[in-house]
């Protein structure tokens, strides 16, 4: 499908629908996704399921303002407020009579294929960026609404194949594609200074960046951070913890009462975690489960070194690069070893930071990812019979299939 072949159409409306618009991974896909689209092809509208996030919160905001992008806002705070937010986003949906709606995350899947299809959207697509291992029942949705999804995009084959095997959803029906970065960007960000902070200017930093989840395995970390932060010959070796989430008072506490706090940091959430990340050492990621962490690619584009447990995408994510900086699961026991293997020779760290930069610059483009949600999207509007019309017709907009 080549898009110059319905530009003279104008550019179709489509809503980009999320839960929440708070910074995290899959809220900066979808904000890149909204300003970096073809606006010749496409007008994304934006629409959060809850209420705006708190103002030292809100630059996915600012970044979408900036493009000319005004996102909407629901205001849902609880699952009482499903039928409400159904309706709510239905109405959207009608004013804005969108080609295309896009999920992302549990919430806005769910609700956002129910309004769409009362609206009689012609395109629906879910997004799925996660292998949900503990709340089994968010795959239940999926039993319910797979014969009303026109492509299930995930962001990793590991993250597909959980579908297919959990949920019965169709090969033909699910699409990978993996997150992108710019690199380049991350360049523009200026490192911390470990100073700043009260730590050693040359301190050898392992950190810790993401939500404070059972699934990221944060009390993992904490159980084996006195192996991590042992000081060795040529090692000085600290833990720093940046984040926010259901355990971040469980874990500001252990810190606090913990013999190693002088080693141990927990520096709660920040606005800019790749500051964090350009200045870190080593970057760990000891999830239980993934779709395709977003830190560990921030980590790869900073040119920095990973350990983290291979678990769904992360294999995807490394490539080449993966076996110096994976541990499975069944020998969770080498985390540390692997961690410090790293720390201790420099020259095998720079080495595993360019690999993963490279990798990044070659596989994970934000405009790659770009171009494959643009080819998906295309390629379901053009079954659409009056669609394809003005595909291979280049005729006016339609808005109806």
């Known amino acids: 499908m080549r898009p110059e072949l319905i530009r003279e159409s104008g550019p179709w409306p489509i809503v980009l629908c999320i839960t929440e618009l708070e910074p995290g991974g899959a809220e900066k896909i979808c904000v890149e996704l909204a300003t970096g689209v073809d606006k010749k092809l496409f007008r994304p509208h934006v629409i959060a399921l809850q209420s705006a996030p708190s103002p030292n919160r809100s630059q996915l905001i600012t970044q979408l303002l900036a493009h000319g992008i005004y996102p909407q806002f629901l205001g849902a705070r609880h699952f009482a407020h499903f039928p409400r937010t159904v309706v709510r986003l239905w109405r959207r949906v009608r004013q804005i009579r969108p080609v295309v709606m896009q999920g992302f995350l549990f919430h806005a899947n769910f609700i956002g294929r129910l309004a769409a299809r009362i609206g009689r959207v012609p395109v629906v697509c879910a997004g799925i960026r996660v292998a949900e291992r503990s709340k089994r029942w968010h795959l239940w949705p999926e039993l319910l609404l797979r014969e009303l999804t026109d492509r299930y995009i995930c ?9 297919m095997v959990t949920c019965g959803v169709p090969s033909e029906k699910l699409v990978v594609i993996p997150n992108g970065i710019d690199a380049k960007a991350c360049d523009r960000v200026i490192p911390v200074r470990w100073s700043d902070w009260g730590l050693p200017a040359n301190a050898d930093i392992i950190l810790f960046a993401g939500r404070l989840d059972f699934q990221k395995g944060v009390d993992f970390l904490l159980r084996i951070a006195p192996e991590l932060v042992a000081p060795q010959e040529n090692m000085d070796p600290y833990l720093v913890i940046i984040g926010d989430g ?156």
């Open 155 to 163: 962001v990793s084959r590991a993250a597909a194949a959980h579908l």
């Open 246 to 401: 259901p355990l971040a008072r469980a874990v500001g506490s252990a810190v606090a009462s913990s013999e190693l706090t002088g080693r141990v940091r927990y520096l709660g959430w920040q606005r800019e975690p790749l500051a964090f990340i350009r200045a870190a050492n080593v970057v760990v990621l000891p999830s239980r489960w993934e779709g395709m962490p977003n830190v560990v690619l921030e980590a790869m584009a900073c040119g920095r070194p990973v350990v983290a447990m291979d678990v769904e995408g992360v294999s995807e994510l490394l490539g080449e690069n993966v076996s110096l900086q994976t541990v499975p699961w069944a020998e969770s026991h080498r985390f540390p070893r692997q961690v410090r293997t790293i720390l201790q020779n420099r020259q095998l760290a720079e080495e595993l930071g360019r690999k993963n930069r490279e990798r990044v610059e070659r596989e994970f483009t934000v405009n790659k990812m770009i171009a494959s949600y643009e080819s998906v999207w295309l390629g379901c509007l053009a079954q659409c019979v009056r669609f394809s019309k003005a595909i291979t017709l280049k005729a006016s907009q339609q808005t109806g299939c």
